[in-house]
């Protein structure tokens, strides 16, 4: 089954999908506010985002959504809890410092998490580390090891069992490799993951 892009990206096409019409929204690392805008005008949610980048902040709020600039992982303490009913962390994951406080924290504050990740236990990123010998760099992966914002290299199956340790519940698990949703041997041949998850 294929998937096409919303606004460029296949992962917002899975996430949007994922959230209700009327939530609370927080979208973590939330750029220019491209998917925040679109499920306010398609889903009527009750949108808001965090962004670092003061540009990206200005062209949010440009598209007219509530986006507060700073650290993703600063920021979280500042929210009660339950304050969501979702929280999205879509491809930012593996950039974050603290990678399971911030898991922690989206749990507290929101009903469920979404989270997508880049899966680095496909098959080229496995075949291209092996073949050079070298960091991997692909398509969906080009940059050079010292200027990648990736700090963190995790796998499905890696996601998984740390789901499984914190006792999280996985409500939905999608799969992607280009177009196609994958649905066998995601951990070799999707590209990229999205989860959602709520507490027990």
Same mark, same amino acid.
């Given at each position: 089954?294929k998937? @096409?892009?919303?606004?460029?990206r $296949? ?17 973590l ?9 679109? &499920? ?10 965090? +962004?670092?980048?003061? +540009? ?6 440009? !598209?007219?959504?509530?986006? =507060?600039?700073?650290? &993703?992982?600063?920021?979280? $303490? +500042? ?6 009913? =979702? ?19 989206? &749990? $507290?504050?929101?009903? @469920? ?8 236990? @496909? ?5 291209? /580390? ?6 991997? !760099?692909?398509?969906?992966?080009? /940059?050079?090891? =010292?200027?990648?914002?990736? #700090? /963190? ?6 996601? +998984?069992?740390?789901? !499984? ?7 939905? $698990? ?7 949703? #994958? ?11 999205? =989860?959602?998850?709520k507490?027990?």
């Amino acid at each position: 089954m294929k998937v @096409h892009d919303v606004l460029g990206r $296949r992962d917002y096409a899975l996430i949007s999908r994922l959230i209700p019409s009327n939530s609370r929204v927080l979208d973590l690392g939330c750029g220019d506010g491209a998917l925040l805008a679109f &499920l306010q005008d398609t889903k009527g949610v009750d949108a808001r985002g965090i +962004e670092m980048n003061p +540009e990206l902040v200005q062209a949010a709020i440009a !598209r007219g959504v509530s986006v =507060y600039q700073g650290d &993703l992982e600063d920021s979280l $303490r +500042e929210y009660p809890d339950g304050a969501f009913d =979702y929280v999205l962390l879509s491809q930012t994951v593996q950039e974050t410092r603290r990678p399971l406080r911030v898991l922690t924290e989206m &749990l $507290r504050i929101g009903s @469920h998490a979404i989270v997508a990740f880049p899966n680095f236990g @496909h098959w080229g990123m496995r075949f291209s /580390h092996l073949t050079s010998g070298r960091a991997p !760099r692909t398509r969906l992966f080009p /940059h050079a090891w =010292y200027a990648s914002p990736n #700090i /963190h290299f995790l796998t499905v199956l890696d996601f +998984e069992d740390l789901a !499984r340790e914190q006792d999280w519940v996985v409500e939905n $698990r999608l799969f992607l490799s280009g177009t196609r949703r #994958i649905t066998r041997l995601p951990n070799l041949r999707a590209e990229i993951a999205v =989860y959602s998850l709520k507490r027990k």
